[in-house]
C-alpha cells in the first residue's frame, strides 16, 4: 500500500454532500474517470499501485485516489444535486497541493482526512 507521505505519491482528495442521487452519480463518474484515464494515456500511464477508496467522513462522501504514477483526476463539481464539492490534488514532485477548501474543510483536518504532511497548500 502507498502512503501520500511516501516519494513518488500523486492524490485526489474529493469530500462531496448531496442527494443520494447526486453522490450515486459521483460514484459511477469516478469509474469512468479511471477508465478514461486508461484509454487516453494506454498501458504505460497505469500505475504499479492504486489505491481507490470510497468513504464517509463526517457527513462528507469521500474519494480517495492515491497513485505512485501520473495523477488521475476529474471534475466532480458539475454534477447536478451536489451541496459541496471540495477537491485537493497534490504531486509529490511537485511538492504542493493545489484545492478549493477555502473554507478548510479538508485543509484544517489534514490527518482526518489522510492529506500529506509537511507541504504547501495553494487555495484556487
Given at each position: ?112 482526512f489522510g492529506l ?9
Amino acid at each position: 500500500m502507498i502512503d501520500v507521505n511516501d516519494k513518488f505519491a500523486t492524490l485526489l482528495k474529493v469530500a462531496l454532500k448531496g442527494s443520494d442521487k447526486a453522490l450515486q452519480q459521483a460514484y459511477r463518474h469516478s469509474l469512468r474517470m479511471i477508465a478514461e484515464y486508461d484509454l487516453e494515456y494506454g498501458p504505460e500511464s497505469q500505475p504499479r499501485e492504486l489505491e481507490f477508496r470510497w468513504e464517509w467522513i463526517d457527513d462528507y462522501r469521500v474519494l480517495t485516489v492515491l497513485t505512485d504514477g501520473a495523477g488521475i483526476h476529474s471534475d466532480f463539481s458539475q454534477i447536478p444535486g451536489l451541496d459541496e464539492c471540495i477537491w485537493l490534488l497534490y504531486d509529490d514532485g511537485a511538492a504542493i497541493a493545489v484545492s478549493n477548501d477555502t473554507a478548510g474543510v479538508m485543509l484544517n483536518h489534514p490527518d482526518k482526512f489522510g492529506l500529506p504532511c509537511d507541504v504547501r497548500f495553494e487555495i484556487q
